[in-house]
């Protein structure tokens, strides 16, 4: 997929994305108008006055989990802005994270973000790099068994930057999952998008982690 075609869908997406943030904008609105007119009336003049009320805080919730939601979206179609932008590691793996929560969950996986101690801005393609990132989680949850934890840190050292992620749970065959000659998918795409961005790929069996070695890019 070319780069316009991929600013395309970032573009239709963030504009959808708002309309939806709008919509459910009037529906919180509605439902807090709703609970208003229902608490002032009297149980006589409303039947089922009690139950309506237990209701419409569950609308209200779900229209806040509904706008987070499309507001990581939205964040995410954003990335197809620039080829390359300043993105700041700790916010950029966090969003990630967020993003891919539910097929963690689907593997009863948990997904784990351990923030570094200090901000790390680099310059980078930021498509590229959640590619990156999101398939090297996918390949641990595709080919581990349910249960277990993914572990994601950022670091820094000097103008090196690096996001190990590692694995901790029962695996049948270390040697075949860190092995960076596998034919996975998965693992393919991670490494095509790294080689993309001039990084580096580090396998570790004995850890359970593969590091990600990153270059700044040049605007």
């Known amino acids: ?8 869908i970032g573009k239709i997406t963030a504009g959808v994305t708002h309309e939806i943030n709008n919509a459910l904008a009037s529906i919180k609105e509605i439902s807090g108008l709703m609970e208003d007119l229902i608490s002032m009336s009297s149980t006589d003049s409303f039947p089922h006055q009690e139950k309506f009320l237990k209701v419409l805080p569950r ?9 987070k939601l499309t507001t990581q979206l939205n964040k995410f179609s954003h990335l197809a802005d620039e080829r390359t932008a300043q993105v700041e ?18 593997k009863n996986v948990e997904l ?3 923030e570094a101690n200090q901000a790390i801005n680099i310059n980078t393609n930021a498509i590229l790099l959640q590619m ?3 398939n090297c989680i ?7 068994a349910d249960g277990g934890k993914v572990i994601i840190h950022p670091s820094m050292n000097g103008d090196k930057y690096s996001i190990h992620i590692s694995y901790e749970g029962e695996i049948a065959d270390k ?5 960076d000659s596998s034919s996975a998918e998965e693992l393919l795409i991670l490494q095509d998008s790294i080689s993309s961005l001039e990084g580096s790929i580090k396998f570790d069996g004995s850890e359970q982690s593969v590091t990600l070695n990153i270059n700044t890019q040049q605007e």
């Open 1 to 8: 997929m070319s780069e316009k075609e991929i600013a395309f």
């Open 89 to 106: 590691l700790n916010n950029f793996i966090e969003h990630l994270v967020f993003l891919t929560q539910r097929f963690a969950r689907i």
């Open 175 to 179: 040697g075949k999952l860190f092995d």
């Open 112 to 114: 784990q973000y351990q």
């Open 59 to 67: 609308i209200r919730d779900q229209v806040q989990r509904s706008v």
């Open 132 to 134: 990156a990132l999101y």
């Open 138 to 144: 996918a390949y641990f949850l595709n080919h581990t």
